[in-house]
């Protein structure tokens, strides 16, 4: 069936088959290999991407759902450099090592900068609890978030409000 | 595994819905369980039908005296909504166990329900609270309580052709005390063990009504009779509390499971009492 839907900011129109997930779909119907497929029944969130502003299982959900929709992946999230201090904070404390989690892992995490700006070390790991990573022990990836969180509150006014998309914060 | 070959339909109404359902056609909500299981082959539906843009399944509304929730409501709604925190603070409180936030941004309370995993925080809760399913079918509905909807292992008294439409849950009194607990070995699993608590508390003191539920240690939610019965109308204190204990061993038969075996879901389960009649007495009492 066709489907019609906005793939980070653009408007894509393509035949796809029904038992199409979106991650087969976004990596090999259209290139973009940065959404990760890893367990592909929804256990471990390499796969998560954003539908309609909200992280989803990418894994979980069919392409042809989705005329109309609007989804994110890790490369337009990295294009408009809304997580570019948190990318910084992943380096700078060897918060990725494979990789492989690390899409799926930085998604979910822009949805805590997003969402939940005075989220603890807890509720960073509750929130992340469900992004498996092989690799880092986790520890690293909760320093890199529970940072870019704190560097943003001090360059964020007071009264921007939470939720707001602060791409020039904590830079 | 990839999913099998299937055939996909999205029903914007409920009479495009009933056109629809035949033979070889599942329901397709969320698709946080239903497509996972595509994925081990543990079915091959011939046609998904995708409900989850049929407006007459949203909404939460109070009407008529209950608290009514649409049955395509997801998790993370569920989880926000402002009259369900008023009416029904126990459902706020168990979103959060729920799976994971990229789970619950899809998943729905009907799914939930109609897939009645007995490890499942949603149907436990619909039982504590005494809720009633509204169950559609072209040319007609019919209501059910949760008590009498979950039949036996992921089996429910819905009949081919129905679906569910709505939930409505009881408006919780001012004596209402609710809450749920539960042991999962990773934060969003689904539990080993937990229990749905709900009962009032008099200015007494006294308990009415109680509705302890358990989940994750039988074939469904399993309200438990004999612990409700020895706390009916007692003060909560510390002795009502071990004899509500000493009456659960009645009320449960846990099959071993892959956590562990029955006697350690026994355990379990009297601490989860434990804690949650603990929680309800007035703060002064409570151990910490
Ligand atoms: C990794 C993972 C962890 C999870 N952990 C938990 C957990 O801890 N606790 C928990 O409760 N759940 C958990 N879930 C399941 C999740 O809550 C699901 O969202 C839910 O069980 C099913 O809802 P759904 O809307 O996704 O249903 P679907 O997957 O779309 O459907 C499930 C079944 O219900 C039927 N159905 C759906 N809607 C209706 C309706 N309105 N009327 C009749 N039949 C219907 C479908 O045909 C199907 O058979 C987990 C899922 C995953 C992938
Ligand atoms: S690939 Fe989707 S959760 Fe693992
Ligand atoms: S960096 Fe290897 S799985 Fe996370």
Known sequence: MMITLTVNGERVTRHVEPRRHLIDFLRLDLGLTGSHAGCEHGVCGACTVRVDGEIVRGCLVLAASLDGAEVTTIEGLTDSGEVADLQEAFVARNAAQCGFCTPGMVMAAADILRHHADADRAAIREHLSGNYCRCTGYQAIVDAVAATLSERAIHTPADAGRGDRTQEAGR | ?288
């Open chain 2, 1 to 288: 595994m990839k999913w099998p070959a299937l055939g996909y339909l999205r029903a914007s109404s409920l009479d495009e819905l009933w056109r629809a359902l035949g033979d070889g056609a599942q329901i397709l909500a969320g698709g946080q369980t239903l497509l996972a299981t595509l994925a081990f082959r543990l079915s091959e539906p011939g046609t998904l039908v995708d409900i989850t843009r049929i407006p007459e399944l949203r909404g939460i509304t109070v009407t008529g005296g209950v608290l009514r929730v649409g049955a395509l409501t997801r998790h993370a709604e569920l989880g926000r909504d402002a009259l369900v925190a008023r009416h029904a603070p126990l459902l706020t409180q168990a979103v959060p166990h729920i799976a994971h936030p990229a789970i619950r941004n899809r998943g729905t309370i009907g799914g939930s329900l109609a897939y009645a995993d007995p490890a499942a925080e949603l149907p436990a809760c619909a039982v504590a609270l005494n809720a009633t399913l509204v169950l559609a079918r072209a040319g007609g509905e019919r209501r059910i309580k949760a008590t009498e909807f979950f039949t036996g292992l992921l089996t429910t008294a819905l009949e081919p052709g129905e679906i569910i439409a709505a939930v409505e849950f009881p408006l919780a009194g001012p004596s209402q005390r609710a809450t749920i607990l539960e042991v999962a070995r990773r934060s969003g699993d689904y539990a080993m063990a937990g229990l749905a608590a709900v009962l009032d508390l008099g200015a007494d003191g006294r308990i009415a009504s109680p509705r302890l539920t358990f989940f994750g240690v039988g074939e469904g939610p399993v309200l438990a009779k004999n612990a409700n019965a020895a706390l009916e109308g007692r003060v909560l204190d510390a002795a009502a509390i071990a004899a509500a204990q000493a009456a659960l061993e009645g009320d449960l038969d846990p099959p071993a499971d892959l956590h562990g075996p029955p006697a350690m879901k026994r355990h379990l389960c009297r601490v989860l009492l434990g804690r949650a009649l603990q929680s309800f007495t007035p703060a002064t009492e409570q151990a910490a």
